[in-house]
Antibody, heavy 121, light 108 residues
Framework: EVQLVESGGGPIQPGRSLRLSCAAS????????MHWVRQAPGKGLQWVSG????????GYADSVKGRFTISRDNANNSLYLQMNSLRPEDTAVYYC??????????????WGKGTTVTVSS | EIVMTQSPATLSVSPGERAILSCRAS??????LAWYQQIPGQAPRLLIS???TRATGIPVRFSGSGSGTEFTLTINSLQPEDSAVYYC??????????FGGGTKVEIK
């Protein structure tokens, strides 16, 4: 079964750091670009960051550029999001999503269930 | 950044009727558009890619059309389980990938 399982979310104070992980199974992880997409409470979907199969092409939303770092470990079928200098507006459910493509950012054909990050003092 | 605008924000449709959802791009995106369904409390699910190609396992009552800047998702013979929020997403120009604000489909 194709599956993505996020972990690492939780309550965190503003200015602190958090690292999200996404464990992939059931498919060839190294054959796909991957993304993080978030959803603030009661709001729509926002693309956060993505990277192609080998990590050579990485993109970020302006709202997280310079604070968040995406990475992947193809040997361990894992995707990560290091989140620094967290702000209350980063509060959201963070989804890990598989891209249909290897070398480009296209559409997301597999999604995890998400992990919740709550930034509050 | 390409801005995606969806309308209406909410659509109330009776079971068995047709729902028509619109998505507009701020500039041409060819057919590089996807549609997702998000049932409350669940992760999004891919419905349509390439503006008109149904994803694996998606019922034929879901259909997509359009190109350039104007796109439509049509749900024929609406079922109770179709109650959800629907999002469009462009992948013509990135980063960033951008989503529309969503259309909530309610069953009367």
């Amino acid at each position: 079964e194709v599956q993505l399982v996020e972990s690492g979310g939780g309550p965190i104070q503003p200015g602190r750091s958090l690292r999200l992980s996404c464990a992939a199974s059931g498919f060839s992880f190294g054959d796909h670009a991957m993304h993080w997409v978030r959803q603030a409470p009661g709001k729509g979907l926002q693309w956060v960051s993505g990277l192609i199969w080998n990590g050579d092409d990485i993109g970020y939303a302006d709202s997280v550029k310079g604070r968040f770092t995406i990475s992947r470990d193809n040997a361990n079928n894992s995707l990560y999001l290091q989140m620094n200098s967290l702000r209350p507006e980063d509060t959201a459910v963070y989804y890990c999503a598989r891209d249909s493509a290897r070398n480009f950012y296209y559409y997301m054909d597999v999604w995890g269930k998400g992990t919740t990050v709550t930034v509050s003092s | 950044e390409i801005v995606m605008t969806q309308s209406p924000a909410t659509l109330s449709v009776s079971p068995g009727e047709r729902a028509i959802l619109s998505c507009r791009a701020s500039q041409s995106i060819s057919s590089n558009l996807a549609w997702y369904q998000q049932i409350p409390g669940q992760a999004p699910r891919l419905l349509i890619s390439g503006a008109a190609t149904r994803a694996t396992g998606i019922p034929v009552r879901f259909s997509g059309s359009g190109s350039g800047t104007e796109f439509t998702l049509t749900i024929n013979s609406l079922q109770p389980e179709d109650s959800a929020v629907y999002y469009c997403q462009q992948y013509n120009d990135w980063p960033p990938l951008t989503f529309g604000g969503g259309t909530k489909v309610e069953i009367k």
